[in-house]
Nanobody
Framework: QVQLVESGGGLVQAGGSLRLSCAAS??????????MGWFRQAPGKEREFVAA????????YYADSVKGRFTISRDGAKNTVYLQMNSLKTEDTAVYYC?????????????????????WGQGTQVTVSS
């Protein structure tokens, strides 16, 4: 069993910051074998890609809507991936999901596609008020 557990969501005013965490665990899960991604889904909308990081941490990918405001990172010692969100906007309000994709190579086109991912967390709510 692989578990991805998100935390760090909450209510914040526009312009504020939040840091999301996603802790990965599982008897057969090797964190370094997986690229990690963040997706989000707002009410009435489809799930959309936010950011991803390669298995080594050397490459990051961002949706245009968050580029320059969000930063994804990973800590192999803690089997955790983070999403630092700054300058939050009301349109960032959504449930944020962490996901893991077993891949050593990726392009933006593949890593931004939800079907590429093998495991998903339950999500954490982020609400940005005006």
């Amino acid at each position: 069993q692989v578990q991805l557990v998100e935390s760090g969501g909450g209510l914040v005013q526009a312009g504020g910051s939040l840091r999301l965490s996603c802790a990965a665990s599982g008897r057969t899960f090797t964190f370094s074998n997986y690229a990690m991604g963040w997706f989000r889904q707002a009410p009435g909308k489809e799930r959309e890609f936010v950011a991803a990081i390669s298995w080594s941490g050397s490459t990051t990918y961002y949706a245009d809507s968050v580029k320059g405001r969000f930063t994804i990172s990973r800590d192999g010692a803690k089997n955790t991936v983070y999403l630092q969100m700054n300058s939050l906007k009301t349109e960032d309000t959504a449930v944020y999901y962490c996901a893991a994709a077993r891949t050593y190579s990726a392009t933006y086109g593949t890593i931004s596609t939800s079907t590429r991912y093998d495991y998903w967390g339950q999500g954490t709510q982020v609400t940005v008020s005006s």
